[in-house]
């Protein structure tokens, strides 16, 4: 069975770890909804993915990430949830953390929203960062993964149009996060 990763029970999470800009956040509305952005510069922020602590148990809690990066010198600006987890919080789809690969991409469509294609990665290599659809990443990164990454879907958006199978009277209207990439090349959360 596939969940959507946004219960702060589950496993991976997407954090930004090092001194930012002051205030990366802010409130926005759109149709009468708020909903909160925040930038991140690859460049410039300690953008990471984490999944288990040094015993290899899955952080699953902000907090335990939060009082971990401190143990480690570090301080926890912003985290969310990121990619699909089976119940067992194991990735449904690729999972990169410090060059290492948990599970491998889903490249075929399946059930559910993960398997609506297209769906895509969000990755972090070095000073860059981008959200790559799936064939597109596994032709890109073949023979040298990046640092961090994580599959989700579908996508949605592609090359700024809504995906076309998204349903506005669908039965899957929940409270979602996401990444994306602003023309400039910002990362927005």
Known sequence: MIRRFLL???????????????????TRIFESMP?????FEP??????????????????????????????????????????YHDD?????????EEQSEMGLVKNAG???????????????GRSAGVTETLAYDARFTEDPPRF????????VIDGELH?????????LRRRNGVGISAAGEEGF
């Open 164 to 172: 076309p199978d998204l349903n506005p009277d669908g039965t899957s």
């Open 43 to 84: 460049a410039g922020d300690d953008i990471r993915l984490f999944l288990r602590d040094e015993t290899g148990a899955p952080f699953g809690q902000f907090d335990r990430l939060a009082n971990s990066v401190a143990a480690q010198g570090g301080s926890l600006i912003f985290a969310m949830n990121a990619g699909m």
């Open 35 to 39: 909903y909160l952005v925040c930038r």
């Open 111 to 125: 059930p559910g929203n993960f398997g609506m294609l297209p769906n895509g990665v969000f990755w972090i290599d």
């Open 149 to 156: 990454a994580t599959q989700s879907g579908p996508m949605l």
């Open 8 to 26: 702060p029970a589950l496993a991976a999470l997407l954090t930004a770890c090092s001194p930012a800009q002051e205030g990366p956040c802010e």
């Open 89 to 97: 919080r194991r990735p449904v789809g690729l999972y990169v953390e």
